[in-house]
């Protein structure tokens, strides 16, 4: 089993900055991969980016490249996810999530976190 706890979300002013941590804990993760998705009401989940817990390598959607960045702390078994110049179509809940390959389709993903609130004002 895996537990996953979020944190950091809050209410911020378009282009302002955020940083969501997500802790991980109940097995070994370096053969796994964390994920950041998001979701408003009435749309699917929608994925945000995605780390390799052992390689460091990371993919991100377009939509967010440039803005929002990805990173763990392998001693801390915590993922980051660094949100800068937000928007307000960035309002959403923010989950994170174990998976064993990176994939932008929330269903390769086993395990997730209880979310976070984003809400970006204009």
């Known amino acids: 089993q895996v537990q996953l706890v979020e944190s950091g979300g809050g209410l911020v002013q378009a282009g302002g900055s955020l940083r969501l941590s997500c802790a991980a804990s109940?097995?070994?993760?370096?053969?796994?991969?964390m994920g950041w998705f998001r979701q408003t009401p009435g749309k699917e989940r929608e994925f945000v980016t995605a780390i390799s817990w052992s390689s460091g390598s990371t993919h991100t959607a377009d939509s967010v490249k440039g803005r929002f960045t990805i990173s763990r702390d392998n001693a801390k078994n915590t993922v980051y996810l660094q949100m800068n110049s937000l928007k307000p179509e960035d309002t959403a809940v923010y989950y994170c999530?174990?998976?064993?390959?990176?994939?932008?389709?929330?269903?390769?993903?086993?395990?997730w976190g209880q979310g976070t609130q984003v809400t970006v004002s204009s």
């Open positions: 999530a174990v998976g064993r390959i990176i994939s932008m389709d929330y269903r390769s993903y086993d395990y």
């Open positions: 109940g097995r070994t993760f370096s053969s796994l991969v």
